[in-house]
């Protein structure tokens, strides 16, 4: 474990270098970020000077879901973004050769190369939200410690579906599309799920499901309502998506051909 | 004249070559920013059910629903990432052949360009636009169809893809100081996706502000088009918006001819 976080070290250190060799570029493209999010919020804040409760829920509620949503996806996008890599060209120029050369777990390497800053615009939003709203929700120590261990395993979820689809690169040589439209459906996420009509709610729970990465935990704390589904469901989903990722990764990796030259 | 055509043709072909290899990337591409569009429709549906009114900011809901996927269509219709190769290009420093060749930098774009865009919209005008237009006539208390509306609406789009690519044009010189264009795009799409329209119609806005973007270039982009089609201008406003959209362009076009010659004397190619 020691080793661990010692090469993570190494890794995210070599990595801002990089970053900071565009110094202007990187942090216009922070204030980007955080702008985006702070337009997404307006567009909230028009909703409901529409409607004082949408399907039931109030602005303040929403704002704690949208919150939440945008934690695990920030902490995804944060270590693990060099997945996208992956599907994108590594695979299919050859350069994934580095990874079997070396003297760590493969996945291991992908996952730990990066350290996108910028994700700091997410987190920093997200935070700011759940401060905000998290008059809504009565805390209890039990509310709390579950609040801090639903984090990592909804970050698992974002995590566990790159992984899965950027290992199909290994047959497909190219799949960071197929990443893309998988991971487009964590928009879903961030709303209630009884807007949505019944395949979509089943798609964002059980399939891609994003919808525990943030609404189904966000309204257990809301609500203190079905602990056993929105909790427990979002373990389960995230060990079980996990391990069939690394399955398909691993079966991945063993019919991983480089590119000739 | 056809020499001039001859001289470009080649890169329309190019550009439909390199969009077809990329076809299927393009519609898993396209069919993951759908998702963003049905998000949007799933929220307003919402809206007018826990509302009372029938319409909000003069928009009913079958109205809302034209103007959320015709939106999303129409900036597939005028999208325009000229810009997002010139920085690559200044980065890894081949923009200087595209300098030595004997044609202009911004046509030799432009004409890439039109090649991919060719294919990109006629993948996606069926089933969006098709879309569009089957809702229109089979759903209820849906605007009626309308030619002369339609007509505005391609015409006011075109000028809007051109304001769209010149913007880019300019905005892209932006490289040639920063050398990475990867933070100001995030910046720029996040504003213009805002500013245009896009995420929300700009009638919803308070009146003070919506002025102030009607009259900003990217109002022109999307929200322009999108309007007239929806037949929610009068005489007079679709004269005057028509005329805005022809004013940016002109703008844009010169603007993008002074900053090129101030920008070519700041261009440093690193590595070579």
């Known amino acids: 474990m020691r080793r661990v976080l010692h090469l993570e070290k190494i890794f995210i250190s070599q990595y801002l270098k990089q970053t900071m060799e565009y110094k202007a570029d990187f942090i216009v493209g922070v204030l980007g970020v955080l702008l985006n999010q702070v337009l997404n919020l307006i567009f909230l804040q028009v909703i409901f000077s529409q409607v004082p409760k949408l399907a039931g829920w109030s602005l303040q509620q929403i704002v704690f879901i949208y919150g939440f949503a945008l934690i695990p996806k920030g902490l995804d996008h944060l270590f693990f973004d060099n997945l996208w890599i992956v599907g994108q060209k590594l695979v299919r120029k050859g350069e994934f050769d580095k990874y079997l050369t070396r003297p760590i777990n493969p996945l291991f390497h992908v996952l730990v190369e990066t350290f996108q800053v910028d994700a700091f615009g997410e987190l920093l939003v997200g935070v700011i939200l759940l401060v905000m709203s998290s008059a809504t929700v009565h805390w209890t120590l039990l509310k709390v410690i579950l609040f801090i261990v639903s984090i990592p395993f909804a970050t698992a979820i974002y995590t566990a579906l790159k992984i899965g689809t950027s290992a199909a690169a290994f047959w497909m040589k190219k799949s960071n599309t197929i990443t893309y439209l998988f991971y487009m459906f964590n928009d879903f996420a961030k709303y209630p799920v009884s807007i949505f009509n019944h395949l979509i709610r089943w798609i964002i729970s059980f399939v891609i499901p994003f919808a525990f990465t943030a609404f189904y935990p966000a309204s257990y704390f809301l609500t203190g309502k079905n602990v056993l589904f929105n909790l427990g469901g979002l373990v389960v989903i995230s060990v079980v998506f996990l391990f069939i990722s690394i399955k398909i990764w691993n079966k991945g990796i063993s019919s991983y051909e480089s590119a000739g030259s | ?272």
């Open chain 2, 1 to 272: 004249m056809t020499n001039f055509l001859r001289k470009y043709r080649p890169f329309v072909s190019a550009g439909i070559e390199e969009a077809i290899v990329y076809r299927a990337n393009f519609l898993l591409f396209a069919l993951g920013n759908t998702l963003g569009a049905f998000v949007t429709y799933f929220l307003w549906k919402a809206v007018f059910q826990s509302s009372t009114n029938s319409s909000l900011s003069g928009f009913t809901f079958p109205e809302m629903v034209l103007y959320i996927f015709l939106s999303f269509f129409t900036g597939i219709l005028t999208s325009s990432d000229g810009s997002s190769s010139v920085g690559d290009e200044v980065k890894d420093g081949s923009i200087a052949m595209r300098i030595l060749k004997p044609i202009s930098f911004t046509a030799n774009y432009f004409y890439e360009e039109i090649g991919s865009k060719l294919i990109d919209v006629g993948v996606l005008a069926v089933p969006l636009f098709g879309g569009i237009l089957i809702y229109q006539i089979v759903g209820t208390g849906t605007p009626v169809l309308n030619l002369g509306n339609l007509l505005l609406y391609f015409f006011s789009a075109t000028v809007a893809y051109l304001i769209n690519f010149y913007f880019n044009i300019c905005f892209s010189f932006t490289a040639f100081f920063f050398r990475n264009l990867w933070g100001s795009n995030v910046l720029k799409n996040a504003l213009v996706i805002f500013m245009s329209g896009s995420l929300v119609p700009l009638a919803f806005f308070p009146p003070v502000l919506q002025n102030v973007l009607k009259v900003l270039p990217f109002s022109s982009l999307l929200y322009t088009p999108v309007m007239l089609y929806l037949g929610k201008y009068s005489m007079q406003q679709t004269i005057s918006v028509l005329l805005l959209q022809i004013f940016w362009l002109i703008f844009f076009i010169f603007l993008a001819k002074i900053i090129w010659h101030f920008a070519i004397k700041h261009l440093s190619i690193q590595g070579g």
